[in-house]
């Protein structure tokens, strides 16, 4: 199957500063990648869909201009938690889809662990 | 926007026993249903999908069972086993890639 890398798999940042998250295609090109949020015992819930050289779709309820996402070539998606706070500590996980075929399996990064402290 | 719903949200199983979890859909439109196993701190790792043309799939142990109609799907496992305890999400997709997960059930299977 087609790989996906997320990096870093483990930050710790203080309140009030920024991370950013790379997911990356390895072997596949992904005009549209995928960011999911994950608490601890919950399910996984979308945030965004990532598109290349375009905006970023995202979910009711997330705020944008906390989490920018660029997708700057179709190889690469990065996510930018800013200004973080505490309960923005989460497990934060990427997808990409090879091709645009329906029914298609999609891939997914190793995670990151983000804790705010 | 999809909305699925999964049951249970535990399930306590003796070892070779069969363990059977349920999701509903809610957008008919939806023609993608997998399903993923996660261990805890890593990425879901999928066990099994089925797509929108087909009522039925196994692999071995594994099998899910599509209800179009009802907007329902299941997973079964046969003969469980210890290894098979963990976290298992269902999900539903209507565009390549984007997925909508239910709730998860953290299956048991006790030796």
């Known amino acids: 199957g087609a790989v996906v890398s997320q990096h870093p798999s483990r930050v710790i940042c203080k309140s009030g500063t920024s991370v950013k998250i790379e997911c990356r295609s390895l072997?596949?090109?992904?005009?549209?990648m995928f960011w999911y949020r994950q608490f601890p015992k919950q399910s996984l819930m979308l945030m965004a869909t990532?598109?290349?050289?375009?905006?970023?779709?995202?979910e009711q309820g997330v705020e944008k201009d906390k989490f920018l996402i660029n997708h700057a070539s179709l190889t690469l998606s990065t996510l930018t938690v800013t200004s973080a706070h505490p309960e923005d500590s989460s497990f934060y996980i990427c997808s990409a889809a090879q091709g645009k075929k329906m029914n298609t399996e999609a891939f997914f990064g190793q995670g990151t662990r983000l804790t705010v402290v | 926007g999809e909305n699925v719903e999964q049951h249970p949200s535990t399930l306590s199983v003796q070892e070779g026993d069969s363990a059977v979890i349920k999701c509903t859909y809610s957008?008919?439109?939806?023609?993608?249903f997998p399903w993923y196993k996660q261990e805890l701190g890593k990425r879901p790792q999928l066990i099994i999908d089925i797509r929108s043309n087909v009522g039925e799939k196994k692999d071995q142990r594994i099998a899910v069972t599509l209800n179009k109609t009802a907007k329902h799907f299941s997973l079964h496992i046969t003969e469980t086993q210890p290894e098979d305890s963990a976290v298992y999400f269902c999900?539903?997709?209507?565009?390549?890639?984007?997925?909508?997960f239910g709730q998860g059930t953290t299956l048991q299977v006790k030796p």
């Open positions: 999900a539903a997709s209507l565009t390549p890639g984007k997925l909508i």
């Open positions: 957008d008919s439109a939806s023609n993608y």
């Open positions: 072997d596949f090109q992904a005009t549209t």
């Open positions: 990532s598109n290349e050289g375009s905006k970023a779709t995202y």
